[in-house]
DNA sequence: CTATTTTTAATGATTAACATTAAAAATAGA
DNA sequence: TCTATTTTTAATGTTAATCATTAAAAATAG
């Protein structure tokens, strides 16, 4: 069926940023971000990604990816 | 401060679908599918986008784009 | 070992996707 | 121009799920 997947660790790791800080900077709770990071969500708002985009100096297809099984 | 902006069309021509074929193989109503195409919507559900990109063959950052303003 | 960071869990509020129905607007074809 | 099809807008309601918060457990670092 294929899925979304995120993967902020990669971007996290260049610029160097923990998850702690980033949640900061973006503006939602550590709590959050972690479920956010270990795909535990099933959706997500533009703003946040946005957020994210903009903390980390990416582009949305440097953190999220559809993976295709099969 | 930057905006995530959903760009359907190109991948829709390229493809040759139109809106109501695209709805019906992604599996969510046209009206719906026209909202997402014209950025009427603030958030999307993975398997929403998952479904998209399956039914395209495309990857997420063909559709979805970080759009920042200076 | 101890302090910090990250993850998991549980609860609750609020947002908003998505369905559905209906109508209006836009586009295409004859 | 007229008509059929497609797309968009609008309104309403249901349901899903983000996100906050608190607390505790687990992992990591020093």
Redesign the interface.
């Known amino acids: ?4 997947v995120l993967r902020l660790d990669r971007m996290m790791v260049e610029r160097k940023i923990s998850l702690n800080e980033l949640a900061e900077r973006v503006g939602i709770s550590n709590v959050n971000l972690s479920k956010i990071k270990n795909n535990k ?7 946040t ?2 957020a994210i ?2 903390v980390l100096e ?5 953190i ?3 993976q ?1 099984n099969d």
Chains 1, 2 share one sequence.
Do not use: H, N, P
């Not at 069926?1 to 979304?4: N, P, R, S």
């Not at 969500?41 to 703003?47: D, L």
């Open positions: 069926m294929g899925k979304i969500v099933t959706a997500i708002r533009f703003s990604l946005a985009c903009k990416c582009e949305v297809g440097d999220l990816e559809y295709k």
